[in-house]
C-alpha cells in the first residue's frame, strides 16, 4: 500500500519560512518522480514545484520560482519543500504526489499518488 506523508506545515508571518516534508512507503521511491502542488480555498489546484529521478530536473511554477526549493532523499524516501519569503497568497493546503516516470511533470493528472496535505497560512 502506497503512502505518501506530509509534515511541516503551520502557521507562519508573511517573509518567513518553512520546510514541507513528504515521505513515502509502498514504493520504489527513487523510480517516481515528485511534485507538491497547492490548493487554497475556493481555487484550483495548481502546481507548485516537481523533481525527477534525477535532483537536477526540477522545475517551479512562476509564482514561487527563486523562493521555494524543491529537494529530495532518495535513502529516506522523502521530498521536501524549502519555502522562503513566504507570502499571504501562498496561504493553501500543500499536496505531495507521485508519479511513476523519471520526468517530473506539471500537471496534477499526471501523478498516480497523493498525499492528505497539510495547511500552511501565511499571516500578514
Known amino acids: 500500500q502506497v503512502q505518501l506523508v506530509e509534515s511541516g506545515g503551520g502557521l507562519v508571518q508573511a517573509g518567513g519560512s518553512l520546510t514541507l516534508s513528504c515521505a513515502a512507503s509502498?514504493?520504489?521511491?527513487?523510480?517516481?518522480?515528485m511534485g507538491w502542488f497547492r490548493q487554497a480555498p475556493g481555487k484550483e489546484r495548481e502546481f507548485v514545484a516537481t523533481i525527477g529521478w534525477s535532483v537536477g530536473t526540477t522545475h517551479y511554477a512562476d509564482s514561487v520560482k527563486g523562493r521555494f526549493t524543491i529537494s529530495r532523499d532518495n535513502a529516506k524516501n522523502t521530498v521536501f519543500l524549502q519555502m522562503n519569503s513566504l507570502k499571504p497568497e501562498d496561504t493553501a493546503v500543500y499536496y505531495c504526489?507521485?508519479?511513476?516516470?523519471?520526468?517530473?511533470?506539471?500537471?496534477?493528472?499526471?501523478?498516480?499518488?497523493w498525499g492528505q496535505g497539510t495547511q500552511v497560512t501565511v499571516s500578514s
Open positions: 504526489a507521485g508519479r511513476s516516470s523519471a520526468w517530473p511533470s506539471i500537471h496534477n493528472n499526471e501523478y498516480d499518488y
Open positions: 509502498g514504493l520504489t521511491f527513487s523510480r517516481y518522480a
